[in-house]
């Protein structure tokens, strides 16, 4: 009987590492075919409507999903469930610190006054609610740095040039560690501008 016991424990051992290592390798394996394919398919939305902007990098996006998918669900759920357009302003909770939310509104920045940034321990998804902005997307290997990165604040600032998009309600980015981006620049016409920005932890 104890042999019996001792044998059903280390299968249980081998079943488990087995399981971990195909985790590990089903991410390695992602390829930017595959991964063009997974967020085309859109399984990751759960019925979200919004696009994802074309600027994302969808092995990182494919890879993070793979590793966290609960904590991307829940951001997804909040994107998708939550009347935003009524929220009031402020931090949210939705999974401790390993997501949250936080709603902004106010006026767009002129360009000169908006600066490159990127984070290195947590992805962002950024949605404009109400208004246009303009964002701008670049390799962080590309840019200058200004500001070191300040691993209290999750942040580093540069100079440089990118490619710039317009940032609609019909729309959301996702911002990983090695996306340098330079939000809340002001599009002619809308001063005002509701903005949510959800932080998902990076799986290293």
């Not at 390695?28 to 019925?47: C, E, F, H, L, P």
């Amino acid at each position: 009987m104890k042999h019996l016991t001792t044998y059903k424990y280390i299968m249980l051992l081998i079943l488990f590492s087995l399981t971990a290592a195909g985790a590990s390798a089903q991410q390695q394996d992602i390829t930017a075919k595959s991964a063009k394919t997974w967020v085309k398919s859109r399984v990751w939305a759960n019925g979200l409507k919004l696009k994802l902007n074309s600027s994302t990098n969808d092995v990182e996006f494919a890879k993070q999903y793979a590793a966290n998918k609960a904590a991307w669900d829940k951001a997804f759920e909040f994107l998708r469930e939550r009347n935003l357009e009524t929220i009031e302003p402020g931090k949210y909770t939705i999974d401790g610190d390993n997501v949250y939310a936080m709603i902004t509104e106010g006026p767009s920045k002129e360009p000169e006054q908006a600066a490159w940034e990127s984070h290195q321990n947590y992805i962002d998804v950024q949605y404009v609610i109400k208004g246009k902005e303009k964002i701008g997307v670049a390799a962080i290997e590309s840019l200058t740095v200004t500001k070191p990165y300040d691993a209290e604040k999750d942040f580093a600032n540069y100079s440089g040039e990118g490619k710039y998009y317009t940032a609609t309600p019909e729309e959301f980015f996702l911002f990983f560690p090695s996306d340098g981006h330079r939000p809340n620049m002001k599009v002619n016409g809308y001063d005002k501008v509701k903005k949510l920005v959800i932080k998902v932890r990076e799986i290293k």
